[in-house]
């Protein structure tokens, strides 16, 4: 099994906080940094933008990994590629047709982010087969989008496993990335079943040790 990446989530942060608690990851060896994106429209809180984005891309070297829970994120993809993103993830709920979709993904690999797609618990894994040729990421939701500290949803579980299947028998290469209720009790079973990339938010802020909450996270 190659190495698993743990990406923190900038959610929940205060925005007045951010960039220390951005510079403290860093040091605590996360790898990547999760940035949260939320419009009040897609989801019903506002967090960070591209603005945000573009000053902590100033702060910090951890890669940004932008989860778009925005609406029309067709619009928005440019300006976080500019931010500094490296990578950005849609979802499949926000667009209005599978041409939109298709011409999104495109447009995201001709602005050189690593392209990732995701869908909310309830959304038929199904959907999102067809896309998954075009895309390095995919994103198991394990939580209802639009805040952190909920619990872990078991059935994910299940998603994550038919991902790894079907990328095996498909010979595709995109990264499993799993958002939403991960901490060190359940993070082994996410892990042995086939993600590659864990999001963790409250487990890391909240941890009064979080190097060391990291490091076990990441099931070495
Ligand atoms: C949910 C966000 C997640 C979340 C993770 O809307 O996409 O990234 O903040 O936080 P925890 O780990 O607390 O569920
Ligand atoms: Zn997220």
Redesign the pocket.
């Known amino acids: 099994m190659s190495k698993v990446l743990i990406a923190p989530?900038?959610?929940?942060s205060p925005l007045s906080e951010l960039t220390e608690y951005v510079k403290e990851l860093e040091r605590d060896k996360a790898d990547w940094l999760?940035c949260?994106v939320?419009d009040g429209v897609f989801?019903e809180r506002k967090t960070i933008d591209e603005v945000v984005v573009s000053l902590l891309s100033t702060k910090t070297q951890l890669p940004l990994d932008v989860?778009l829970?925005v609406a029309n994120p067709q619009d928005k993809v440019a300006s976080y590629a500019k931010a500094g993103a490296h990578s950005i993830t849609v979802h499949y709920e926000a667009f209005g047709g599978k041409m939109q979709l298709l011409n999104t993904l495109h447009k995201m690999r001709t602005l050189g982010v690593k392209v990732g797609l995701s869908i909310k618990p309830g959304t038929d894994i199904e959907c999102i087969l067809r896309y998954l040729p075009l895309v390095d990421i995919f994103l198991v939701?394990?939580?209802?989008?639009?805040?952190?500290?909920?619990s872990?949803i078991k059935d994910s579980l299940t998603k994550i496993a038919f991902l790894q299947k079907y990328r095996e028998e498909n010979k595709l290469d995109f990264l499993i990335e799993v958002?939403?209720?991960?901490?060190e009790k359940n993070v082994n079973m996410v892990v042995g079943i086939g993600a590659d990339i864990i999001?963790?938010?409250?487990?890391?802020?909240n941890s009064d040790n979080r190097a060391q909450t990291i490091s076990k996270l990441r099931c070495e």
């Not at 939701?141 to 909920?150: A, D, Y």
């Not at 999001?199 to 802020?205: D, F, L, M, N």
């Open positions: 989530s900038t959610d929940p999760h949260d939320m989801v989860h829970m939701m394990s939580v209802e989008p639009g805040k952190s500290g909920q872990f958002d939403g209720g991960i901490n999001v963790a938010g409250s487990a890391i802020y």
